[in-house]
């Protein structure tokens, strides 16, 4: 089967005062709008894994990732579509919410482990799938130097120059390969990267670790409300405010914080007057749902 989806993912200008008094101007890239679970970035991570593994006769997808992930779900959906089998590994005792119940429907197997068997997962590969020959791994969150290239394809699709891109890291990999991509096509365009956990400065190695040739871009460290999937009341008023005034939907745990920071960054004047700003909207908005007592 040939694995590909016709990309869909326009480009829209979003206005608010405080854009017109910086004098900025701000577009979004709607990754959200790829597939309604294969959802922006993870789309883009999972295409030449997806290739690799149909190049190696590999009918199993095997990956891992935590009771919310979204990118447990892209797999699930993708597996489906694709033809492909998927087991899900999951950090910590056995649940039951939303993400898991989309998983399961699109017929992947879960696994639940405990949190310390879940740090090494090259081994728990090997355990349970040692002997299926059939059995591709794939790292949480699609971290691999095949989801840089596939995210590198975004900047391939842009018909306008910006000063800047800016967009949430978990793994790190869809910012490496937006960079790798702007280093090609775009060199002007500066990237900024808001990591979602706490102690970000980490995120430069997991970004280091795809660039095709070193990069100056900026890190934003100080938008993780507390850490990875945690909020503040801020943070939620922020989405409901831009949610209802664009009528885009943002998530707390990567969208929220990423626009988050542009709106505060631009309201510290961190942009020049006249800057051009892409906010890639990486998608994910079934995560909404497990922060529904948040709101
Ligand atoms: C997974 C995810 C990210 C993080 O992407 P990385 O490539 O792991 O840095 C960002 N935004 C959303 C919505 C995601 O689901």
Redesign the pocket.
Known sequence: MDISLEIFSPVQQIHHELFKSREVEVFVKRDDMIHPLI????WR?LKYLLKKSQAENKSHLVTFGGAFS??LLATAAAAAKFGFKATGIVRGEEVENDTLFLCKLHGMQLLFTDRDSYRDKPALFEKYFGCDSDAFFIDE???SAE?AQG?SELVTELDQHFDHIIC????????AGIINGLQQHAPDTRFNAVPVFKNGEFMREEIDRFLLSPSGYQLHTDYHFGGYSKTKPELIDFIRQFTASTGILI?P???GKMFYALFDLIEKGQFKPGSRILAIH???LW?ILGMRDKF
Do not use: R
Request: proline share 0%.
């Open positions: 959802s922006g970035n993870k991570k979204n990118h969150g699609g971290a989801g995210c949430a890291c978990g793994t790190g990999t869809t910012a998530e745990i990567y969208t990486t998608g994910g995560g």
